[in-house]
């Protein structure tokens, strides 16, 4: 069964504070993505990385940086969390090509006080 | 700037109920489009679709693409207070992978 693995269910950080948020997917896909859902925005695409060490920006990369070291892991960054970083994150994994449905981990609700 | 636009965004039927959801894209070199249902968490894959005039179909659930037109439906017959959820339209673009989302619809259905 396919998986993909966000670390934390809830965080509650502080302003200002360095935020990590990872990704482990089990598929060896090629392509994974962070989106971040608000609601009445939907899902809005932060960064993506279809490779290892590659990187795209997606529509709201400001604020934002992403690592992708290994294949499996993708990590979302907060450089500097602000209050209208709270959010859900959602990250996702698909195999290479463009006809195949991504898999999308559990999300993570970070909200920033 | 590529965009998919779904309508509407908010919906409220009573049970045994017919609902169209609606999505329209225009969006450079497109490849496939994605239907997903989102209850109170991740976003579960409905459908993919890639060719015109080609209905795909699970149980009371069913999609169409008109490439022509740009636009998608996902047509729920007979609905149940279980089909009550966020409808997520998505497409893949460009050559390296970008799969862009609607804003979503919000069905909601009482019994």
């Known amino acids: 069964d396919v998986k993909v693995t966000q670390s934390s269910r809830y965080l509650v950080k502080r302003t200002g504070e360095k935020v990590f948020l990872e990704c482990v997917q089990d598929m060896d896909h090629e392509n994974m993505f962070w989106y971040r859902q608000d609601p009445g925005l939907g899902l809005r695409l932060i960064y993506f990385?279809?490779?290892?060490?590659?990187?795209e920006k997606g529509d709201i990369p400001e604020g934002y940086s992403v690592s992708r070291e290994k294949k499996e892991r993708f990590s979302l960054i907060l450089e500097s969390a602000s209050t209208n970083q709270t959010s859900m994150y959602l990250c996702?994994?698909?195999?290479?090509?463009?006809?195949?449905?991504?898999?999308f981990g559990q999300g993570t609700r970070l909200t920033v006080v | 700037e590529d965009k998919v636009v779904q309508s509407p965004l908010s919906l409220v039927v009573h049970e045994g109920d017919t609902v169209t959801l609606n999505c329209s894209y225009e969006?450079?070199?497109?490849?496939?489009l994605l239907w997903y249902k989102q209850e109170k968490k991740a976003p579960t894959f409905l459908f993919m679709l890639?060719?015109?005039?080609i209905e795909k179909k699970s149980g009371r659930l069913s999609s169409i693409l008109d490439k022509k037109e740009l636009f998608s439906i996902l047509n729920i017959t007979a609905t149940q207070t279980g089909d009550s959820a966020i409808y997520l339209c998505?497409?893949?673009?460009?050559?390296?992978?970008?799969?862009?989302f609607g804003k979503g619809t919000k069905l909601s259905v009482k019994p």
């Open positions: 996702a994994s698909s195999p290479p090509g463009l006809v195949s449905e991504a898999f």
């Open positions: 998505a497409v893949w673009v460009r050559s390296q992978g970008n799969l862009i």
């Open positions: 969006v450079t070199n497109f490849r496939s």
């Open positions: 890639t060719s015109s005039g």
């Open positions: 990385s279809y490779d290892v060490k590659m990187k």
